[in-house]
């Protein structure tokens, strides 16, 4: 017997066996990619990203100034032109804590005490 | 349509039993004939042939139980035949690789008497099927019947292809001890 006739001995299998072997497999099937939302996504972006470049052209003469810098265009309050519209400016008086103590308490020291002295005997008269 | 009543057309020599055949199982059985042959018309050729020798077997034969199976084991030996007789469709060297593969399992019968043990074999061999786990007798069946390349079976069972291997490999040494156990000689 050759080989191909090998092959024909699989005709002895079960038909019932064959059947079921040749199911048809359902395997699951991913979701197509949608390009429709992805193309949007990236148009977002590009939205976004321009515009962002656009709106210091289109706000930017109707801009604040912004409330944490010093506005250094500003000259309208005029500058002193004699000494004497000069006045010294008040410094500001110099606030003490009273409850705080200026200077460090010092430490006690131990003390060592001493023997009492006998007191002296009375002068008789 | 069932099966039965096919076969019933059949037996009444009625010609729509073709096109019902035809209807419910033609897509499949073109595409068993496409991995044996791997050319598309010759794969519909198998299938015309297979109508036609349903249509002259039944009667005698009268398939109910198993109506596809019989179709199945038709459209297979005219596509082995069909791959004997042209060399053009250059599927020797697959057919040649299969034979190889089964040569390690299944004996070879040269005489008359060897052909006799073939009842014995076909017991042996449809015991041994059942006794595998579903997926390892498909995997078996899907390369040896359907004639299936290991890369088409590891994808419709979502293995790896050395996974598919290892099976095949391991079923063929069971099924080697098995018929040597019972006097096979391979």
Redesign the interface.
């Known amino acids: 017997?050759?080989?191909?006739?090998?092959?024909?001995?699989?005709?002895?299998?079960?038909?019932?066996?064959?059947?079921?072997?040749?199911k048809?497999?359902y395997?699951p099937v991913p979701a197509p990619f949608r390009w429709g939302s992805l193309a949007a996504s990236i148009a977002l972006v590009c939205m976004l990203g321009v515009f962002l470049m656009v709106r210091p052209f289109l706000f930017g003469m109707q801009a604040q100034p912004s409330p944490t810098k010093p506005d250094h265009s500003d000259h309208t309050t005029p500058m002193p032109t004699s000494p004497a519209e000069i006045s010294p400016k008040p410094t500001e008086p110099v606030v003490v804590n009273p409850t705080q103590p200026d200077a460090e308490e010092p430490t006690p020291t131990e003390t060592v005490p001493t023997e009492p002295t006998q007191p002296a005997p009375a002068e008789t008269a | 349509m069932e099966d039965s009543r096919i076969i019933d057309l059949y037996l009444e020599r009625d010609e729509s039993a073709i096109t019902r055949t035809q209807e419910k199982y033609g897509t499949?059985l073109r595409s068993?004939s496409m991995h044996i042959v791997d050319d598309r018309m010759a794969a519909e050729e198998c299938e015309n042939d297979t109508y036609l020798q349903a249509w002259c077997s039944i009667p005698p034969h009268t398939?109910r139980?198993?109506f596809?199976?019989?179709l199945?084991?038709i459209i297979?030996?005219l596509s082995?035949n069909l791959c004997?007789s042209r060399q053009a469709l250059k599927r020797g060297g697959y057919?040649?690789e299969?034979?190889?593969e089964?040569?390690e399992c299944?004996p070879?019968?040269?005489d008359p008497e060897?052909m006799l043990e073939?009842h014995d074999?076909?017991v042996l061999?449809?015991d041994f099927?059942?006794s595998l786990s579903?997926e390892k007798?498909?995997i078996f069946?899907?390369r040896?019947?359907?004639?299936e390349s290991v890369s088409d079976i590891a994808k419709?069972?979502?293995l790896s292809q050395s996974n598919v291997k290892i099976t095949l490999l391991r079923c063929r040494r069971q099924l080697r001890r098995i018929l040597e156990k019972e006097g096979f000689h391979l």
Not at chain 2, 144 to 147: I, R
């Open positions: 017997m050759n080989g191909n006739d090998l092959l024909s001995c699989m005709d002895l299998v079960d038909p019932e066996l064959v059947e079921k072997a040749d048809p497999v395997t | 499949r068993v398939p139980d198993h596809y199976g019989y199945l084991k297979r030996n082995l004997r057919l040649v299969l034979s190889n089964m040569q299944i070879g019968a040269s060897a073939y074999l076909q061999l449809n099927l059942r579903e007798r498909n069946l899907r040896y019947y359907f004639m419709r069972f979502a």
